[in-house]
C-alpha cells in the first residue's frame, strides 16, 4: 500500500492558521473515519493530536482541529505557535485491516 | 500512568538477529493493541504491525510481513519485535505505540508512545 499523500512543508506566522491535506483513496482515508494525526518534534516520540477524523484527545488545545472531505482529510492549526513547530503526520485504517501513514509535513512557524 | 518503556539502543552486524521489547504499565496490558512504528534516519513514519496481547492476533504491513516477527508475553507485559536476520537497510529508529479503535478500526489510534529504539546495522 501506498503513503497518503502530504505536502512536505508548510509555514505560517504566529497567531494565523494553517491546514495540512492528508490524500489517499477511497480504500483508506475516503473509506473510513479512522483518521488520525500525530505531531513529531525532533528527537521525540510522535504525539496523538487528532483522532476519528476531528475528535481531540484531553489535554491537545482548542486550536487544533480535523476535517474530511472524499479522499482528503485536512489538520488545522489556528492561532499558530512557536511551540507548534514541528513534523506531522496523517495515519489511516485500509481495506486491508492494515494501517497507512502519510509521509509527513514539516511546519515551520515563520 | 500508562507508560511504554523500550529497550535500550543495538547496534548489530548484518545477519545477526535481534529482539527489542516494549514494556507497558499503568494499564491492563492484555486489552489493547500494541502496534511497531518505524523511522529511518531523517523519514517518515512507518506502520509495520500490531499485536493484541490478550490472545496474540497479529496483523503485518505487506511491506513488512516476512521481514519481521511481532509477539508478546503477556506475564510479564511486554510486546517483541525481532529478526532473524538483520539488513543495514534495518538501521532506524523503531517506535511501539499502544493503540486503540472502535468497531473495525479497534486499533487505529496510537494514543501513547515508548521512548523508542534507535537499531544500527552496520559491518
Known amino acids: 500500500q501506498s503513503a497518503l499523500t502530504q505536502p512536505a512543508s508548510v509555514s505560517g506566522s504566529p497567531g494565523q492558521s494553517i491546514t495540512i491535506s492528508c490524500t489517499g483513496t477511497?480504500?483508506?482515508?475516503?473509506?473510513?473515519?479512522?483518521v488520525s494525526w500525530y505531531q513529531q518534534h525532533p528527537g521525540k516520540a510522535p504525539k496523538l493530536m487528532i483522532y476519528?477524523?476531528?475528535n481531540r484527545p484531553s489535554g491537545v488545545p482548542d486550536r487544533f482541529s480535523g476535517s474530511k472531505s472524499g479522499n482528503t482529510a485536512s489538520l488545522t492549526i489556528s492561532g499558530l505557535q512557536a511551540e507548534d513547530e514541528a513534523d506531522y503526520y496523517c495515519?489511516?485504517?485500509?481495506?486491508?485491516?492494515?494501517?497507512?501513514f502519510g509521509g509527513g509535513t514539516k511546519l515551520t512557524v515563520l | 500512568e500508562v507508560q511504554l518503556v523500550q529497550s535500550g539502543a543495538e547496534v548489530k552486524k548484518p545477519g545477526e538477529s535481534l529482539k527489542i521489547s516494549c514494556k507497558g504499565s499503568?494499564?491492563?496490558?492484555?486489552?489493547?493493541?500494541i502496534g511497531w512504528v518505524r523511522q529511518m534516519p531523517g523519514k517518515g513514519l512507518e506502520w509495520m504491525g500490531i499485536?493484541?496481547?490478550?490472545?496474540?492476533?497479529?496483523r503485518y504491513s505487506p511491506s513488512f510481513q516476512g521481514q519481521v516477527t511481532i509477539s508478546a508475553d503477556k506475564s510479564i507485559s511486554t510486546a517483541y519485535l525481532q529478526w532473524s536476520s538483520l539488513k543495514a537497510s534495518d538501521t532506524a529508529m523503531y517506535y511501539c505505540?499502544?493503540?486503540?479503535?472502535?468497531?473495525?478500526?479497534?486499533?487505529?489510534?496510537?494514543?501513547?508512545w515508548g521512548q523508542g529504539t534507535l537499531v544500527t546495522v552496520s559491518s
Open positions: 505505540a499502544r493503540s486503540v479503535g472502535s468497531g473495525s478500526g479497534s486499533y487505529v489510534i496510537a494514543d501513547y
Open positions: 499503568g494499564y491492563s496490558f492484555t486489552s489493547y493493541w
Open positions: 499485536i493484541y496481547p490478550g490472545d496474540s492476533d497479529t
Open positions: 477511497s480504500s483508506d482515508v475516503g473509506g473510513y473515519n479512522y
Open positions: 476519528e477524523v476531528s
Open positions: 495515519s489511516s485504517y485500509t481495506s486491508s485491516s492494515t494501517v497507512v
